[in-house]
């Protein structure tokens, strides 16, 4: 009997496929999307019930895997077992709803296994409510169930940073904030803070004009959303757009654009002539119905930054955002899948990629231009080592200061994710 697309059974069965699929090697969004093509007529309501569990169980699955381990010799198929764990991460966070769950994950376990997994499910979990207080108490024991991060990750952000490694590690396990971007051409900050209070939405202003939300909301209950009023940008990337210094007139490259919140955070600020180039066809698709929302203008171009040859015109730019590619250790709490499908290898093979994309685009850089190198990572390597590496191979790069420091190494917090910058200048 086919589950009801209302029920918690029908939630639980669409988030373990999306974990599973992530635990196989895939991508969360893409796993999610490809849910949505299967499920077109999903209400709104079962697809949020679905993605927040995906990502809930995510985020704790370091913690989940460890009490699998406990409860069962082997492990069971795979999509049974990411069945298990989205089913033991709504028991933690709903222990009030015990009855329910159980009931309702042994109905999705029927449905992904015809029937074959219910009294396993059954089994599992009723196991794990008997013994949860002497589980539970061994979590203390292993670092990655404990932190809810991999081990290797856990290690080096110790190394790098010894006094707030711990609260790094649970600002990631969290909820990420969600935060605002007026429009400036359109409304002020504070003008638009009235809008919300208007419309009962508690916010606030913080440092640098973005406004933070008391509780997330879809958009389409922004005020002016659909108007190009305002954009959804976290708080640390916001700081982008200023710290480039674009100034009517120029030409500015934005290199690794998609989806385009940089790109039209630039536009917003000055009337430039703006490229936004992307590898990708489909992300650097939502870069122009970004700017087709805001009403702003610019040149999208689906290309490789490296590859001068296939986009290049000759013509030197101004200024070059640099959002490089990176192992996204700063925004883990808004893509939980990062955390295990990164290999602490793929640390050097960014290390890499960027380091190339630093030397293509310096050749394109005005005398005079600046480049500002931004990541959304933590890792020294990927951040401070690697441009170092670069101005003591540049001659001719100068590194300019952000607020008295050499660059800027957000750490998230409740205000913003973690993102890394560092601007620099080709002398003349």
């Known amino acids: 009997m086919p589950l009801a697309e209302t029920s918690l059974a029908f939630a639980l069965h669409g988030a373990a496929l999306a974990v599973a699929e992530v635990l196989a090697g895939r991508n969360l969004n893409e796993a999610l999307a490809g849910l949505w093509r299967k499920w077109p007529d999903l209400p709104p309501g079962q697809r949020g019930a679905v993605q927040d569990l995906a990502y809930s169980t995510l985020r704790c699955h370091g913690r989940g ?59 599992v979990l009723r196991n794990f409510l008997r013994r949860r207080a002497e589980i539970e108490a061994a979590v203390s024991q292993d670092e990655a169930a404990h932190w809810q991060h991999p081990h290797w990750w856990i290690a080096r952000l110790r190394s790098a940073y010894p006094d707030r490694w711990r609260a790094i590690l649970e600002a990631g396990n969290g909820p990420p904030p969600m935060t605002l971007r007026p ?33 997330p909301l879809p958009v389409e209950r922004l005020p002016g959303f659909g108007e190009g009023l305002v954009s959804v940008q976290d708080a640390g990337a916001q700081r982008a757009a200023n710290l480039l210094d674009v100034h009517d007139g120029m030409r500015v490259l934005d290199a690794c654009a998609a989806p385009g919140g940089k790109t039209a955070h630039v536009l917003e600020l000055a009337s430039v002539d703006l490229l936004a180039l992307d590898s990708d066809g489909g992300r650097a698709l939502r870069i122009s119905e970004n700017l087709f929302r805001l009403g702003l203008a610019a040149k999208v171009a689906t290309a490789d930054c490296r590859e001068l040859d296939t986009w290049w015109d000759g013509r030197e730019f101004d200024r070059i955002l640099a959002d ?37 685009l310096w050749r394109v850089l005005a005398p005079g231009g600046k480049l ?46 973690g993102f890394y910058y560092a601007l620099l200048q080709k002398q003349a």
């Open 324 to 360: 490089v590619p990176c192992t996204a250790a700063g925004v883990v709490r808004r893509h939980p899948d990062a955390k295990w499908l990164r290999r602490e290898g793929d640390i050097a093979q960014f290390a890499r990629a960027q380091e190339k994309i630093l030397a293509a």
């Open 183 to 215: 429009n400036p051409r359109r409304v002020a900050a504070t003008d638009f803070l009235t809008r919300l209070a208007a419309a009962d939405l508690p916010a606030r202003l913080l440092e640098g004009g973005a406004i933070l939300l008391e509780r």
């Open 65 to 123: 895997d460890f009490f699998l381990a406990r409860l069962m010799q082997k492990p069971p198929a795979a999509a049974v077992r990411a069945l298990l764990l989205v089913a033991l991460s709504r028991l933690e966070a709903r222990p009030e709803e015990a009855h329910t769950i159980v009931d309702q994950a042994v109905e999705a376990a029927g449905a992904l296994s015809r029937g074959k997994s219910k009294a396993l499910a059954n089994g």
């Open 372 to 417: 500002l190198y931004a990541t959304c990572t933590l890792f020294p390597e990927e951040n401070g080592r690697q441009v170092a590496a670069f101005a003591a191979r540049q001659e001719d790069c100068m590194r300019l200061p952000i607020g008295g420091a050499p660059d800027l190494q957000l750490l998230p917090n409740e205000e913003h994710d």
